[in-house]
């Protein structure tokens, strides 16, 4: 199909200093958990977005010196010349499909580790380190002022050498040395560099004319500044802000603008909605002549013609709609809205690097494995024979699985127990704030209902009988899982005594299905994720009387690898809900639960109406069971092979369920290689060996 003329201005080339984008799709730096570790990977991440139409393509942020090293966190490394093959193999992929290479140089100062360089940490005053290491950083003298100049220069050299188009100045997120000097709280200095505002902003424009100086000739100089990072006057502010970008308006070839901490900057659907950043940075524009990139989860081309009709942005700027669908510009300009997997804003992405380990997404499964198991997210094989497929429950797991068998071209027939299609993506979508989510089922079920060789059948609940008289070759069971009652789970490896017969215990299915508890209510979470504090949200919202309790020594531990942490405890003490931790259930009777502190074993009494129990789930598997029991009766049947995926195999996230999916359909009679199943990164031989 034609593109739709209204969006034409989104493929208006465009200058950024010495260079020229193609388009106004921009790839912004972001993190991916593979970095320097994993070069050959993070270049075929890349490529995949230049392949899918991005003008722009960044790396994440990369370290410029030994004294900004982020251990145990992976990211771009750019020390001395012998880092540079690894981001020139990104330049190279990039510039094969027309886009241009950005690289973000940072030094990060006291937001840094130095881990494993054991390099003294650099700060503009004395204070402590963040995230919690037991150290503190010096305060820097002119002479290392000097010094990171030079680091910077030396780096912005490096960058260029490695065939960098675009090259950033960072000052955002709370993340970099150029920031930190900027902000009061870590900028007590009385030189010529801390006090007035002119005399913070020094640093910054000094590095800005350095970087200009160094590769301004060939390189666009970007710089990445956050206006506002929500934290009072110790922290840079929007009416500061407006005065830095007056300061600096024309310096840079390129405004790349955003709110701080990344905690603000990506924020969960769940907190905000597409385009939230505006009233944070719609000023830029206004203030100077150079082009301007923001983010704001942008996946609709009706909202990014907006941003730039209205004067808002000069370019789209992306990181999880690139990483949820690489090819989204491509797909703009071939007319196929309706094909963009569109992001969900869960920020299961932003985990990988949080718990240094390859990107991940919920709605694209190829992401991170694009090198390792040259999974492209566009293509698959060809189906290997004729083989009719039956794939059994339509939630995440089942769905993608029918989708890519589909786009295979196997004839696949998908069953479905309930009149709705999506699992527990449609349920889970019903509860406050994750509506985004049911893009999940969305994306899957719109490409499904595109293909000829895809029977869907709702209502249709199937039995082992049914399995076996349903002839198909290949039977997939992706049923799901339920949510236990007996309290068994992290906690209580016994369960808990009586929950199981105890009408006054509800489950996460209980509330799913409309049964809702009134008055009092204790939600107990022994999940640590999102789901508690969600239905303790939703039940707060229905009136109940809500106190959260676990035994973990904080509220939904795990959500800080999602960025969720933080907004959950706002949003909890906004809303009253009451959190209790460190404590679990001793038991339960009448309206008595009794509660222990897992420190010091005492106990109190907190009376409630009733308690949601969300502990562990297990798997819906009886068919599976069943089928396995009946193995003897498959080849009359005509089946040849029975696999359970996703949560009825084991019970786990979205974003498991998908792969799963995924996976089944891409190896599906191939072969696939015995042992190792990916491709790894080995790192032998001493520094000045080759790069394998
Ligand atoms: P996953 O996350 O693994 O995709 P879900 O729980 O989201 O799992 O989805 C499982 C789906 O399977 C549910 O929609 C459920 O109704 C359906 N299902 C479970 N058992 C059967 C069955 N015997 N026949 C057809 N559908 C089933
Ligand atoms: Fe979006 Fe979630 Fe994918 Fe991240 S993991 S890009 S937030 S869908």
Same mark, same amino acid.
């Given at each position: 199909?034609?593109?739709?003329?209204?969006? %034409?201005?989104?493929?208006?080339?465009?200058?950024?200093?010495?260079?020229?984008?193609?388009?106004?799709?921009?790839?912004?730096?972001?993190?991916?958990?593979?970095?320097?570790?994993?070069?050959?990977?993070?270049?075929?991440?890349?490529?995949?977005?230049?392949?899918?139409?991005?003008?722009?393509?960044?790396?994440?942020?990369?370290?410029?010196?030994?004294?900004?090293?982020?251990?145990?966190?992976?990211?771009?490394?750019?020390?001395?010349?012998?880092?540079?093959?690894?981001?020139?193999?990104?330049?190279?992929?990039?510039?094969?499909?027309?886009?241009?290479?950005?690289?973000?140089?940072?030094?990060?100062?006291?937001?840094?580790?130095?881990?494993?360089?054991?390099?003294?940490?650099?700060?503009?005053?004395?204070?402590?380190?963040?995230?919690?290491?037991?150290?503190?950083?010096?305060?820097?003298?002119?002479?290392?002022?000097?010094?990171?100049?030079?680091?910077?220069?030396?780096?912005?050299?490096?960058?260029?050498?490695?065939?960098?188009?675009?090259?950033?100045?960072?000052?955002?997120?709370?993340?970099?040395?150029?920031?930190?000097?900027?902000?009061?709280?870590?900028?007590?200095?009385?030189?010529?560099?801390?006090?007035?505002?002119?005399?913070?902003?020094?640093?910054?424009?000094?590095?800005?004319?350095?970087?200009?100086?160094?590769?301004?000739?060939?390189?666009?100089?970007?710089?990445?500044?956050?206006?506002?990072?929500?934290?009072?006057?110790?922290?840079?502010?929007?009416?500061?802000?407006?005065?830095?970008?007056?300061?600096?308006?024309?310096?840079?070839?390129?405004? %790349?603008?955003?709110?701080?901490?990344?905690?603000?900057?990506?924020?969960?659907?769940?907190?905000?909605?597409?385009?939230?950043?505006?009233?944070?940075?719609?000023?830029?524009?206004?203030?100077?002549?150079?082009?301007?990139?923001?983010?704001?989860?942008?996946?609709?081309?009706?909202?990014?013609?907006?941003?730039?009709?209205?004067?808002?942005?000069?370019?789209?700027?992306?990181?999880?709609?690139?990483?949820?669908?690489?090819?989204?510009?491509?797909?703009?300009?071939?007319?196929?809205?309706?094909?963009?997997?569109?992001?969900?804003?869960?920020?299961?992405?932003?985990?990988?690097?949080?718990?240094?380990?390859?990107?991940?997404?919920?709605?694209?499964?190829?992401?991170?494995?694009?090198?390792?198991?040259?999974?492209?997210?566009?293509?698959?094989?060809?189906?290997?024979?004729?083989?009719?497929?039956?794939?059994?429950?339509?939630?995440?797991?089942?769905?993608?699985?029918?989708?890519?068998?589909?786009?295979?071209?196997?004839?696949?027939?998908?069953?479905?127990?309930?009149?709705?299609?999506?699992?527990?993506?449609?349920?889970?979508?019903?509860?406050?704030?994750?509506?985004?989510?049911?893009?999940?089922?969305?994306?899957?079920?719109?490409?499904?209902?595109?293909?000829?060789?895809?029977?869907?059948?709702?209502?249709?609940?199937?039995?082992?009988?049914?399995?076996?008289?349903?002839?198909?070759?290949?039977?997939?069971?992706?049923?799901?899982?339920?949510?236990?009652?007996?309290?068994?789970?992290?906690?209580?490896?016994?369960?808990?005594?009586?929950?199981?017969?105890?009408?006054?215990?509800?489950?996460?299915?209980?509330?799913? %299905?409309?049964?809702?508890?009134?008055?009092?209510?204790?939600?107990?979470? %022994?999940?640590?994720?999102?789901?508690?504090?969600?239905?303790?949200?939703?039940?707060?919202?229905?009136?109940?009387?809500?106190?959260?309790?676990?035994?973990?020594?904080?509220?939904?531990?795990?959500?800080?690898?999602?960025?969720?942490?933080?907004?959950?405890?706002?949003?909890?003490?906004?809303?009253?809900?009451?959190?209790?931790?460190?404590?679990?259930?001793?038991?339960?009777?009448?309206?008595?639960?009794?509660?222990?502190?897992?420190?010091?074993?005492?106990?109190?009494?907190?009376?409630?109406?009733?308690?949601?129990?969300?502990?562990?789930?297990?798997?819906?598997?009886?068919?599976?069971?069943?089928?396995?029991?009946?193995?003897?009766?498959?080849?009359?049947?005509?089946?040849?092979?029975?696999?359970?995926?996703?949560?009825?195999?084991?019970?786990?996230?979205?974003?498991?369920?998908?792969?799963?999916?995924?996976?089944?359909?891409?190896?599906?009679?191939?072969?696939?290689?015995?042992?190792?199943?990916?491709?790894?990164?080995?790192?032998?031989?001493?520094?000045?060996?080759?790069?394998?």
């Amino acid at each position: 199909m034609p593109r739709d003329p209204r969006y %034409d201005l989104l493929f208006t080339p465009i200058k950024l200093g010495p260079v020229t984008a193609k388009n106004r799709f921009f790839q912004v730096p972001h993190c991916n958990g593979m970095g320097h570790a994993m070069p050959l990977a993070h270049a075929a991440m890349r490529e995949v977005k230049a392949e899918g139409g991005w003008a722009v393509v960044s790396t994440e942020e990369c370290e410029i010196h030994p004294s900004s090293d982020l251990t145990p966190y992976v990211e771009a490394r750019l020390w001395d010349d012998r880092d540079i093959p690894a981001l020139a193999l990104m330049c190279d992929k990039v510039h094969a499909h027309g886009a241009l290479a950005a690289l973000e140089l940072s030094h990060n100062g006291p937001t840094a580790s130095n881990l494993y360089s054991r390099e003294v940490l650099l700060a503009p005053s004395h204070q402590p380190s963040k995230y919690g290491y037991p150290s503190q950083a010096r305060a820097m003298n002119l002479h290392d002022i000097r010094q990171y100049r030079r680091w910077h220069r030396e780096a912005a050299i490096r960058g260029k050498r490695a065939g960098m188009d675009i090259i950033y100045v960072y000052a955002g997120h709370d993340l970099s040395l150029a920031m930190h000097f900027l902000q009061r709280r870590r900028n007590q200095r009385t030189d010529e560099y801390g006090g007035s505002l002119e005399n913070r902003v020094r640093l910054l424009r000094e590095v800005l004319e350095d970087t200009r100086d160094a590769i301004g000739d060939t390189c666009a100089v970007a710089l990445r500044f956050a206006t506002e990072e929500l934290l009072g006057p110790g922290g840079v502010e929007l009416n500061e802000a407006r005065d830095i970008v007056a300061m600096l308006a024309e310096l840079p070839d390129l405004w %790349d603008v955003n709110v701080a901490a990344w905690y603000n900057d990506s924020m969960p659907s769940r907190f905000a909605s597409e385009g939230a950043q505006e009233p944070f940075i719609d000023f830029v524009k206004k203030t100077t002549t150079r082009p301007v990139v923001g983010v704001g989860r942008f996946t609709s081309p009706d909202t990014m013609v907006s941003q730039l009709r209205r004067g808002v942005l000069d370019m789209i700027g992306a990181a999880r709609p690139s990483i949820a669908d690489p090819f989204l510009p491509r797909k703009i300009e071939e007319g196929r809205i309706d094909d963009i997997r569109e992001c969900i804003g869960c920020n299961i992405c932003v985990s990988g690097d949080m718990t240094i380990s390859p990107i991940r997404c919920t709605q694209n499964p190829t992401m991170g494995e694009e090198w390792r198991k040259d999974w492209h997210p566009e293509t698959i094989a060809p189906r290997s024979s004729a083989s009719r497929v039956l794939v059994v429950g339509a939630g995440p797991a089942g769905l993608e699985a029918t989708r890519a068998l589909g786009q295979r071209g196997y004839d696949v027939s998908l069953a479905e127990a309930r009149r709705e299609l999506g699992g527990r993506v449609t349920r889970e979508s019903r509860l406050p704030g994750l509506s985004e989510w049911a893009r999940v089922r969305d994306w899957r079920v719109g490409q499904i209902g595109k293909m000829d060789n895809v029977g869907v059948y709702l209502d249709s609940p199937l039995t082992v009988q049914d399995v076996l008289d349903f002839g198909a070759g290949h039977v997939v069971l992706s049923t799901g899982c339920h949510w236990r009652r007996d309290g068994f789970g992290r906690s209580n490896g016994l369960g808990i005594a009586d929950f199981e017969s105890n009408q006054r215990v509800f489950t996460p299915d209980d509330l799913m %299905d409309g049964r809702w508890p009134q008055g009092r209510v204790v939600v107990f979470d %022994d999940d640590n994720f999102y789901l508690a504090s969600v239905l303790a949200e939703a039940l707060r919202r229905q009136g109940c009387d809500v106190t959260y309790v676990t035994a973990d020594d904080t509220v939904a531990s795990w959500s800080v690898h999602t960025l969720d942490y933080r907004h959950i405890r706002v949003r909890m003490a906004e809303l009253g809900i009451e959190p209790i931790v460190s404590h679990n259930i001793e038991r339960f009777q009448g309206t008595t639960l009794v509660l222990e502190n897992v420190w010091s074993g005492k106990q109190s009494d907190v009376q409630c109406d009733a308690v949601v129990s969300i502990t562990s789930r297990l798997p819906d598997d009886q068919l599976h069971a069943g089928l396995l029991l009946r193995e003897p009766e498959w080849n009359g049947a005509g089946i040849r092979s029975v696999r359970c995926i996703g949560d009825a195999l084991a019970p786990g996230l979205i974003v498991h369920a998908v792969y799963e999916g995924h996976r089944y359909a891409r190896e599906l009679e191939q072969d696939v290689p015995s042992g190792v199943p990916f491709k790894r990164h080995f790192h032998v031989g001493n520094e000045d060996g080759p790069l394998r």
